[in-house]
């Protein structure tokens, strides 16, 4: 989701991180270790004593923020013909180009 309002001092953006989630098919390529007692928290994917990236979505790691950086440089700029993704909670995937 994205809020913008504008006045005639500022122009204040809001940009959701929802919608720069890592493809869950990439997230389900990325294996992480994680420590012994992080198993008691949740039911994670396991393999030889690691988790699947999708089973930590949410986590900082699963984020693109250099997809959110550039974009955040972009509306900074102006640029006017600013695209930004949004998340679609249906397949719980990012998709491209939904926002303006």
Do not use: Q
Request: aromatic share 6%; hydrophobic share 40%; with cysteine.
């Amino acid at each position: 989701t994205t809020t913008t309002t504008t006045t005639t001092a500022e122009r204040v953006v809001v940009v959701g991180m929802d919608a720069y989630h890592m493809r869950n098919a990439d997230l389900e390529m990325v294996y992480v270790r994680r420590e012994r007692d992080a198993w008691r928290t949740a039911p994670l994917l396991l393999r030889s004593g690691c988790v699947s990236l999708r089973s930590l979505k949410g986590a900082p790691a699963t984020f693109d923020i250099g997809a959110f950086e550039r974009d955040v440089v972009r509306i900074r700029r102006g640029d006017d013909d600013v695209l930004l993704p949004a998340y679609d909670r249906r397949v719980h995937e990012p998709v491209a180009g939904r926002v303006r």
